[in-house]
């Protein structure tokens, strides 16, 4: 079993970065695709970013496309989403994601999940 802590969340001006980690204990990391999700209220869960088990294949929603960069450390066994450029349509709570398929984990998130982290995009 794994348990996943994001952190890094915070309140940004539109333009500015933000860096989140996650964080694993228990399980297998570098076996695990990873990923990340947003919701914002009243909003359903949306695909952000996943990473496979050793990094050499990435996917990215296109509306982040460009602005984001998700990248793993297994030695570390946490995962990073570094958030460039940063709009206001950004502003959710974003969950890591742990999968051992990065297929089911882009399509429906993964067999593990973060209690999230709140970013919030100012104008």
């Known amino acids: 079993q794994m348990q996943l802590v994001e952190s890094g969340g915070g309140l940004v001006q539109a333009g500015g970065s933000l860096r989140l980690a996650c964080a694993a204990a228990?399980?297998?990391?570098?076996?695990?695709?990873m990923g990340w999700f947003r919701q914002a209220p009243g909003k359903e869960r949306e695909f952000v970013a996943a990473i496979n088990w050793d990094g050499s294949t990435t996917y990215y929603t296109d509306s982040v496309k460009g602005r984001f960069a998700i990248s793993r450390d297994n030695a570390k066994k946490t995962v990073y989403l570094q958030m460039n450029s940063l709009k206001p349509e950004d502003t959710a709570v974003y969950y890591c994601t742990a999968d051992l398929q990065i297929g089911t984990l882009g399509l429906y998130g993964g067999e593990y999940w973060g209690q999230g982290t709140q970013v919030t995009v100012s104008s």
């Open positions: 228990g399980g297998s990391f570098s076996i695990y695709a």
